[in-house]
Structure formats: C-alpha cells, structure tokens
C-alpha cells in the first residue's frame, strides 16, 4: 500500500475535498464470483440461486431495501454465514468452506467495530501485528493507510475522542491495511449525518480509484449507491432485479420496480402496460409543449427544494409528483387546490408491460 500524494488533509467534515484523478493504476484487488447461491432461514427464502461476478477493480453496490438479501449475500462472500447450495469464488479459487481469516478480506462495518481501549495506531496496526510482521514494517504501513483517510496526526488518539466521521476512517485504514483481495462494507456510512457521508464518499471514491480496489457495497441509500457505484445490483425478497451502472438503470430500468425504487417516477396505468415519467420531465402550465402529452389536475401540496419547486398533484385518481422551476414562481402560485396542467413529451415516457 502507498500513500497518496495528491490527497490532502480534511480540516473539518463540512471541507469538501478536492478530488483530482490521476491514471488509473493497475487494479489492487480481485475479481469475485458467486454462482447459484442459495441460503433459507427456516421456511425463509433469504437468497434464490444468486449469481453475481463482479470484476477486479469495480466498485459494485447491492442496493435493495431492509430483507432484500443484500447483507446476507455480503455475509457469505466474506465468510460469516454459508449457503445451503452454490459457490464463492475469489480470483478463481473457491472459498466457499474457506474460514474467514483465510479470504484476504477487509469488512468495514457501519457501528466501526473499533476496540475502545486502542489508540488509532493501535486499531490500525492490530491485523499486521496478528499477522507478526516486524516493528519497523507495522509502523510504516500504519503511517501509510492512516495518511490514506487523512488522520496522520490524530494516531495517538482513543475511539472516543474522534468524530463518528473519523472513526469510520479509522475502520476503513483497517480494513485496508493488509492489501485486501475484496473489500466489503454493510453500511458504512449510516449513522452519519448528510454533509459528512458525502465527504467520506468522496474520500472513498478517491480511495477506490488510487488502489484499484475491488468493493462490494451495501446500502438501502438509492443516492449514495448513485454516487459510488459503477455498477448497481437492485435486490428485492432474494433476487436480484436488474444489475447496471448507475445511468443505465436510471434511465432505462426494466421495469416499475426498478424505476421507482431508483429516484422518483410516476406511473400510469393504460390499456395492457404502464407509462412512467421521471418529475424533472413534467413540465407545467406555460412549459407545455403542443406536441406533449397533456393532463390536468389539482395541487395537493408545494414543497420548496432549492432548486425546484416539487408539486404533487392529484390526477388520476393518483398523486403525480412535478419538479417546477423556481424562477418566476412563489408558493402562491401552487396553492393546494389550485388547478394546474402538466404534461410531458412521449420521447421521455418509459412504457412497461403488465406483468
């Protein structure tokens, strides 16, 4: 592991780092394989025969809601849970029945799993020290990994007295330290507040690319599965419902599950399928053109966003949300109840059969 010169250090969780992205160098990690995965929990299907081959190098991110199967399969990669049927395989060789120490696997999880008693060097240094290499040579790669996440000068420091930011730095140096074929993380960034997730996603993003690391990641967070991935594997009851990169399944999912689980989308219903509209293709009022597809109906609520003006109008019999420009508008201009036209051009309908 090397230390990066172009990443400097983060005076405050609120700083946004300046990411600057050199050549790609040759991928650190290693590429994974599962094949016909199956694992139940009593009468509980948790996994239904996944198969998944994620390359060496990809940073891959298993999105799904709260029972999907997304932890579990992280489980049986790294080795804390084994299928009832199928295989893992890293760099080609099975690890199925591998224990976990042997899989060359770092885990960062989302409570940070640090030992309280530690100093960050310590924390840090404990997997090379379980592993007996020398003093000169601990003391170096700690350097390193610590300089890596930008905490060089708090190595003395306890778990307590750091940020939750900074802990999960401190995790994620762990995790990194040995030179892992596959980095896993369940959640990582959970329990941090909005500014600081992106921060540490940024410093991941730049981490991934420097090392070449090969990630799998696990997330209920639509947004932060946006933002990482390059490549997304939406998960719903044990099987994986579509896989591509983050623009591909935005913008042509296969079907409404994944277009409404991926960003916001309105559906309706016509004779043998169902027609889906992203809220930043509806245009309002004057913005329609004469070739769109023109509807009417009431506002029920107007939220300020910033940027847009987000409406929900009832039509339908169904609430259809509208992203409105915020020039020339006021919150007077969408009063609940107010009559209102919307409409959008076909060319941005996404048309799904009925299943």
């Known amino acids: 592991m090397h230390a990066s010169s172009q990443f400097g250090a983060i005076a405050s969780a609120d700083l946004m780092p300046t990411i600057e992205l050199a ?4 991928a650190q990690g290693k590429d994974v394989a599962v094949a016909g995965v199956r694992k139940t929990y009593k009468n509980t299907v948790a996994l239904a025969e996944i198969s998944l081959a994620v390359a060496r190098g990809e940073f891959c991110t298993l999105l799904g809601a709260s029972g999907s199967g997304k932890t579990t399969l992280l489980k049986i990669i790294a080795g804390f849970e084994s299928p009832d049927s199928g295989s893992v395989r890293i760099a080609g060789r099975d690890v199925t029945q591998m224990p976990i120490a042997d899989r060359n696997i770092g885990m960062v999880f989302q409570n940070y799993s640090l030992f309280p008693h530690m100093s960050v060097f310590e924390n840090v240094a404990f997997p090379l020290r379980m592993r007996r290499l020398n003093h000169d040579d601990i003391r170096r790669r700690v350097g390193q990994a610590l300089d890596l996440v930008s905490l060089g000068e708090l190595r003395q420091r306890l ?6 930011g900074q802990q999960q730095r401190v995790a994620l140096a762990r995790a990194l330290i040995f030179n892992p074929d596959l980095l896993l993380m369940d959640e990582p960034l959970g329990a941090l507040d909005k500014n600081l997730r ?9 981490l991934h690319h420097d090392l070449g690391l090969t990630v799998v990641f696990v997330t209920h967070d639509q947004e932060e599965a946006m933002n990482l991935s390059d490549r997304i ?5 044990g099987r994986i419902v579509q896989t591509g990169t983050p623009d591909a399944l935005y ?3 296969d079907n409404p599950f994944v277009a409404g689980f991926l960003g916001e989308c309105n559906f309706i219903e016509k004779p043998g399928c169902i027609v889906g509209v992203r809220p930043e293709n509806v245009r309002i ?17 107007a939220t ?4 847009h003006w987000k409406l929900f109008i009832k039509s339908h019999n169904a609430t259809m949300i509208a992203y409105a420009p915020v020039a020339g508008a006021s919150s007077a201009s969408f009063e609940p109840g107010r009559t209102v036209s919307w409409g959008f051009a ?10």
Do not use: N, W, Y
């Not at 050549?23 to 040759?26: D, G, K, S, T």
């Not at 594997?233 to 009851?237: A, G, L, R, Y």
């Not at 597809?293 to 029920?300: A, F, K, S, T």
């Not at 300020?304 to 940027?307: A, Q």
């Open 285 to 301: 009022g004057a913005q329609i053109g004469d070739s769109d597809l023109r509807h009417d109906g009431q506002i029920i609520a």
């Open 304 to 307: 300020f966003c910033g940027m």
């Open 346 to 355: 076909a060319a941005d309908a996404m048309e799904f059969a009925v299943q």
């Open 159 to 164: 778990p307590r007295e750091l940020s939750g």
């Open 233 to 237: 594997v939406i998960m719903d009851q």
């Open 198 to 206: 992106q921060t540490i996603q940024l410093q991941l993003k730049k």
């Open 251 to 253: 913008l042509q999912p």
């Open 23 to 26: 050549e790609r160098p040759e």
